[in-house]
């Protein structure tokens, strides 16, 4: 069974900073490629950064090109997201999840599994 549980969210000020944490476990990690996305209030969930199997792909919405980093380590089964210079727009449940296969991409209906996502506030 596929698990992915975040970590990582809360509270933060305008041009404050926060890493969100995303464990894996009940699948060949490294075999799937791994994305962050973002589901504000009274809007659609949206893509936010993705990560190739090995890591050495990576790609990301424009909203947050610049300011948000995705990495992965394989060997902890674990992919972060560090987010800087956070604004009050960056407001949203953030969700980890993963995709069969080694290739990235900015599909929600490319990803297979799902975590329960985390709230991050941003606050004025």
């Known amino acids: 069974q596929v698990q992915l549980v975040e970590s990582g969210g809360g509270l933060v000020q305008t041009g404050g900073s926060l890493r969100l944490s995303c464990a894996a476990s009940?699948?060949?990690?490294?075999?799937?490629?791994m994305g962050w996305f973002l589901h504000a209030p009274g809007e659609e969930r949206q893509f936010g950064a993705s990560?190739?199997?090995?890591?050495?792909?990576?790609m990301y919405a424009d909203s947050v090109k610049g300011r948000f980093t995705v990495s992965r380590d394989n060997a902890k089964n674990t992919v972060s997201l560090q987010m800087n210079s956070l604004k009050a727009d960056d407001t949203a449940v953030y969700y980890c999840?993963?995709?069969?296969?080694?290739?990235?991409?900015?599909?929600?209906?490319?990803?297979?599994?799902w975590g329960q996502g985390i709230q991050v506030t941003v606050s004025s």
């Open positions: 009940g699948h060949t990690f490294g075999g799937y490629a």
């Open positions: 999840c993963s995709k069969r296969g080694y290739y990235i991409s900015p599909r929600l209906d490319e990803y297979d599994y």
């Open positions: 990560i190739s199997g090995g890591g050495g792909s990576t």
